[in-house]
């Protein structure tokens, strides 16, 4: 299982490094942040698409690929599988954004 923890203070293109299509659980937290957040994957890796997402702890969660601002607390987001290849767009305009990311093992 793959996991990957950054702090952003700059906007970067975070690339998830996967193996065989699996789920990606990511958290963002931020610090007087103010910016966008954008989860993205392709399967050739030069196309890329947003890729939908469920916010972990909501009530109903509801897939999603709207952009996220704005992030404070810490805020957990499911990217359900199968994910061949996968990128966190940061934009960060001020403060900072912490970024954790795993591969989750998808099972038959």
């Known amino acids: 299982m793959n996991r990957k923890s950054v702090s952003l203070t700059a906007s970067e293109n975070l690339r998830v490094a ?6 990606v659980l990511v958290q963002l937290k ?17 196309t890329w698409a947003n890729h939908p997402y469920e916010p972990v702890r909501a009530v109903a969660p509801v ?14 987001y499911l990217l359900r599988a ?20 795993r591969e989750l093992i998808v099972g038959n």
């Not at 897939?63 to 957990?76: D, E, H, K």
């Not at 290849?85 to 954790?100: E, K, N, Q, Y």
């Open 18 to 23: 996967l193996s065989s299509g699996n789920a």
């Open 30 to 46: 931020g610090t007087g942040f103010t910016g966008s957040v954008d989860f993205k994957s392709s399967t050739d890796g030069s």
């Open 63 to 76: 897939p999603t690929v709207a952009q996220i601002a704005s992030v404070t607390t810490a805020t957990l």
């Open 82 to 101: 199968p994910v061949l290849m996968c990128r966190i767009d940061c934009v960060v305009s001020a403060g900072t954004l912490a970024v954790v990311y």
